[in-house]
């Protein structure tokens, strides 16, 4: 059984220490599901409600944290509140996959990147075993001056679907959650996140893999977050 979203992700909310995603549909027991997470903080990386999982944390400290938490859905779900001690800007997005193992679904880590100039971040390559990988991106830039600007992110081995990003408003904080199934497994999967550079001092780019239940299969999680 491949991963599949559970119907669409859930709308993205916005604050400054704290945010409370909501799910898009009620969960079904058993499903896997993801919050994506972005603070720029200047403190400690993000905290969530017990019984979520941190599968990956880009950061955890100045200039911020990109984080995918997971949770096997039960019968009962409540929307959880992610939070971080001190920051400017935060953002959050839950999604429902089904495919997943029914327990201990994260697989691996991915080594991250960062820099504080040019244009774009890329993951590491991370080598699956099979065609028909799910691969989650979560990315995001803050700048001094609130603009509109274009990201884009992209991947080595399928075509992306973008969940949601806020290129268009003119705000400081920029993000952009997006997956994909990749369509071979010739080459070690890669993803590389462009952003504008105007006004924009660094970033980073990392993540951590889960399994499905496909033979060999796993999901492949790249996070980053620029400042």
Known sequence: M????????????????????????V?????LLIAWAIG?????????NQGWTLA????????????????????SETAPTISQ???VKM????????????????????????????SNVSTAASADTASGELVLMVSGAIYSAGASKTTTL?????????TANNDASAVTGHYRFGYAITTTNASADSSTFT????????????????????????????????S
Request: aromatic content about 6%.
């Open 195 to 226: 952003y504008t550079t105007t006004n924009v001092t660094g970033s980073t780019h990392t993540g951590a893999s889960m399994k499905v239940l496909s033979v060999g299969g796993h999901l492949l999680m790249l996070v980053g977050v620029g």
């Open 85 to 87: 001690a001190s920051g």
């Open 2 to 25: 491949a991963y599949a979203l559970v119907g669409s992700a859930g709308a993205v909310a916005s604050g400054t220490t704290s945010v409370a995603p909501a799910f898009p549909q």
């Open 40 to 48: 720029f903080t200047t403190t400690t990386g993000l905290t969530i």
């Open 154 to 162: 992209s991947l080595n081995n399928g075509t992306l679907v973008s």
């Open 56 to 75: 990956k944390e880009s950061s955890g400290s100045s200039p911020g944290s990109a984080d995918v938490f997971w949770k096997i859905a039960t019968a």
């Open 27 to 31: 969960p079904t027991a058993g499903n």
């Open 91 to 118: 953002f959050a997005q839950i999604a429902e996959f089904s495919g997943n193992v029914a327990a201990t679904p994260v697989d691996k880590t991915i080594p991250g990147s960062g820099g504080t100039s040019g």
